[in-house]
């Protein structure tokens, strides 16, 4: 069983940092790429970024996040790290780990962790 395991997230003020990271354990053969989405209440889940096993990020193209959040990831370690720096209000979110992995035992492809809250607020 692959499993996806967020942590990081915590209640900030505007203008301040977090780092998340997420680790990916289980009967894994290869992680192909790592990613990031969120979702705030009512809304739907956001792609936020991601990097693949090469280390090529991904970033979508609005300006709300582009230039202040950056993805890494440490292959050695299977654990992709998201660094938000100056957060803002909207920023608030559960951030949800996200996997494309090639299992052992099982025919699945794309892994979600179980989400840590991030809160930024004054």
């Known amino acids: 069983q692959v499993q996806l395991v967020e942590s990081g997230g915590d209640l900030v003020q505007p203008g301040g940092s977090l780092r998340l990271s997420c680790t990916a354990s289980g009967s894994i053969f290869a992680i192909y790429a790592m990613g990031w989405y969120r979702q705030a209440p009512g809304k739907p889940r956001e792609f936020v970024a991601a990097?693949?096993?090469?280390?090529?990020?991904?970033?979508p193209p609005s300006p709300s996040l582009k230039g202040r959040f950056t993805i890494s990831r440490d292959n050695s370690k299977n654990t992709t790290y998201l660094q938000m720096n100056n957060l803002k209000p909207e920023d608030t979110a559960v951030y949800y780990c996200?996997?494309?992995?090639?299992?052992?035992?099982?025919?699945?492809?794309?892994?979600w962790g179980q989400g840590t809250q991030v809160t930024v607020s004054s």
């Open positions: 996200n996997a494309q992995i090639n299992s052992y035992d099982s025919d699945a492809y794309d892994y």
């Open positions: 990097i693949t096993s090469t280390n090529w990020p991904n970033y």
